[in-house]
């Protein structure tokens, strides 16, 4: 079981005496002076104070981007929930809403007008005052900008107006009641920094570091697909994190990522398998945590790529435009067997979009509703649509031609493969033929539309308005050449007209039971078939972390929390220093030593000899 720490404190603790500093030098002197000139300064300050305490971090993610206006994968979210605050946050014990940028809110009698009080003791890391002027202009500039809504554009839709009349006050206007305002999952953004972007689309925020931002870590640098690495802000309003650095290391392999656990060149491995996790329970020094997730795992279908002024663009295939081929594919999937064989008993059965975590909203299908694995059902709804086999078993489309299919799968997650076989199994005894299509990007093919399947999963916040927002008409791009905020193109009606009533539902029980009958007809359409509700599987080298937060605290994830609890909170052990070698910072503290290597030699009268130290980046 993990170990945890209490809950955050009400107020914070005392900072940190020391911090890190980056140092670049060149030893190419003899004499002592020269050596003792050569040595970094912060190398004299931790000979005589301690080693940085760094833990690095495996993921196996690729960041789409370090711009919180673009950002839409876990892996990057998860950084701005580090680097930036927003004017809420979540409960670690129960995802209640708590202060963050803000430290209190009201609304209005009608609420269409919403107050926020904006804490004064919140500082970006280049020192300027945070204030209600950079949250009222991070909104405005999503409600005036269509690329800066790329991500979160769902939230300020409904914004009529966003001002600061003084910099501890933040005003919000409505359209209309607004169920979310206290869940704007939207990473406030520094004014000063940000107001000279001309292309809010192009630029992706990893040009200049470190990165100006609030939060109790600061991106201090980035290179893609190897390492982000971020500095612990001594400065942070509820106190310094008791880390210096977090260093996530970019892993393609996961085998390869918990052999570094093992040897301890990591600190922290998630997304482990059934078989990586009972390996690793055994493991000197290793702790696993074993927990429901906050994710789903889902086959979703192509129903036919399209842009908010009507052009289609893509080649998804047009038999899944048609209901009866989706529930049939549904039909001729296995829930029971994912669970059982992919994800070994680590994972509870699929049914509603919500994962059962979240109790208030979580739907499951009624008997009648509910489609279970039927394959003989699946091939008379096929061939009652006009789907029939030829002489060679093979199902013929409405072409003629036979029926097949293409899958996107991420190249990275085993699940993914895993169940991609099965399905060429289960959907080959029908007639129908898959191929699977396992990229390191499948980015490029989704937003073209370019597949027919994907498998699809999102981490669900304690609000879950952002994960039905992305299956709305409103979500689709305005043109084949922008980038909406859609998960795969649909654009139903009857879920839109129930997801504008819950967003303005205050009510928490009549909201709760709209978000019920969106997800229920969801999975009537048969546009998402959730597979399977993964747990968080992750582990943790207890040799350099001593304790961390789970979210709930009870019993939760570490990786990719609605907060930024675990590495705010997380206690280096005792012995733990370096967390790797993969900027200047590493190559400065090498030098350093370097130099004091042959200061030693000269004053003992040893032939000082020129030397350059170096570190390699690894892979």
């Known amino acids: 079981m993990v170990i945890k720490v209490p809950s955050p404190p009400a107020t914070p603790p005392a900072p940190r005496l020391s911090t ?16 003792l000139a050569a040595v970094p300064p912060a190398a004299h300050a931790r000979s005589a104070d301690r080693a940085p305490k760094v833990l690095t971090i495996a993921v196996s993610q690729s960041v789409d981007s370090l711009s919180p206006f673009l950002a839409q994968r876990l892996v990057s979210t998860s950084v701005h929930r580090l680097a930036y605050e927003y004017l809420t946050n979540y409960d670690v014990k129960d995802g209640r809403t708590v202060p963050g940028f803000a430290s209190a809110w009201r609304a209005s009698p009608s609420k269409l007008t919403w107050t926020f009080t904006i804490r004064g ?19 405005n500039t999503m409600m005036s900008d269509p690329k800066a809504a790329t991500a979160n554009g769902a939230f300020t839709a409904n914004f009529r107006k966003v001002t600061a009349p003084d910099p501890a006050t933040l005003v919000i206007e409505l359209k209309k009641p607004q169920a979310t305002m206290t869940a704007l999952d939207v990473p406030i953004l520094p004014k000063h920094v940000w107001e000279g972007v001309d292309d809010f689309s192009a630029f992706n925020n990893d040009e200049r570091f470190p990165v100006v931002g609030n939060g109790p870590f600061v991106i201090a640098d980035f290179k893609v697909d190897r390492y982000i690495r971020l500095k612990a802000n001594k400065d942070f309003w509820r106190g310094a994190p008791k880390v ?10 996961g085998d390869a990522a918990v052999a570094a656990l093992r040897k301890g060149e990591v600190s922290f491995v998630q997304g482990l398998t059934p078989a990586q996790a009972a390996s690793l329970k055994s493991a000197p020094d290793v702790a696993v945590n074993d927990a429901p997730g906050r994710r789903f795992f889902a086959l979703a279908t192509n129903p ?20 009866a081929v989706r529930k049939a594919l549904f039909h001729a999937t296995d829930r029971k067997t994912v669970v059982e064989r992919v994800f070994r008993g680590h994972a509870v059965e699929g049914e509603g979009y919500l994962p059962p975590r979240f109790a208030p909203y979580f739907w499951r299908p ?19 649509a006009g789907y029939r086999k030829g002489r060679d078993g093979k199902r013929l489309g409405k072409d003629g031609r036979p029926l097949s299919f293409r899958i996107l799968c991420h ?12 399905l060429q199994e289960w959907w080959g005894a029908l007639g129908i033929g898959l191929r699977i299509d396992c990229l390191d990007n499948v980015s490029d093919p989704w937003l073209k539309g370019d597949y027919d399947l994907a498998f699809d999963g999102w981490s669900v916040n304690p609000d879950p308005d952002l994960v039905l927002s992305i299956h709305t008409c409103a979500a689709l791009p305005a043109t084949p050449e922008d980038t909406g905020s859609t998960d795969n193109f649909i654009c139903d ?18 909201r709760a039971d709209l978000v019920k009958q969106l997800q229920s007809r969801l999975y009537d359409t048969g546009y998402m078939n959730v597979l399977a509700y993964p747990n968080a ?21 570490i990786w990719g929390q609605d907060g930024y609890w675990s590495w705010w909170s997380a206690v280096p052990a005792d012995g733990s220093g370096d967390g790797g070698s993969d900027d200047g910072s590493r190559r400065a503290l090498a030098i350093g030593a370097g130099a004091l290597a042959l200061l030693v030699a000269a004053v003992a009268g040893l032939v000082a000899v020129r030397r350059r130290a170096t570190v390699e980046d690894r892979e």
């Not at 036919?304 to 209901?323: C, E, I, M, Q, V």
């Not at 599987?537 to 994830?557: C, F, H, K, L």
Request: hydrophobic residues 35%.
């Open 493 to 510: 009606r009857r879920f839109d007209e129930l997801y504008a009533r819950q967003s303005a539902e205050y009510d928490p029980a009549k």
């Open 20 to 35: 890190r500093t980056r140092t670049r030098s060149l030893l190419a002197l003899c004499t002592v002076s020269a050596l």
């Open 304 to 323: 036919g790529a399209r842009s908010r002024d009507g052009k289609t663009f893509g080649n998804g295939h047009p038999a899944l435009r048609d209901p």
């Open 244 to 253: 210096d650095e977090l260093l996530l290391k970019y892993y393609k392999d």
């Open 537 to 557: 599987v992750e582990a943790y080298r207890t040799d350099q972390i001593s304790s961390i937060t789970t979210m709930p605290e009870a019993a939760g994830n």
């Open 366 to 384: 009624s008997a009648a509703q509910r489609i279970d694995y039927d394959p003989a059902e699946a091939a008379a709804l096929l061939d009652g």
């Open 121 to 139: 003791d919140s500082r970006w890391s280049d020192g300027r005052p945070a204030t209600a002027e950079d949250a009222a202009w991070t909104f």
């Open 411 to 422: 190249a990275t997650d085993p699940n993914d493969k895993a169940v991609g076989k099965y």
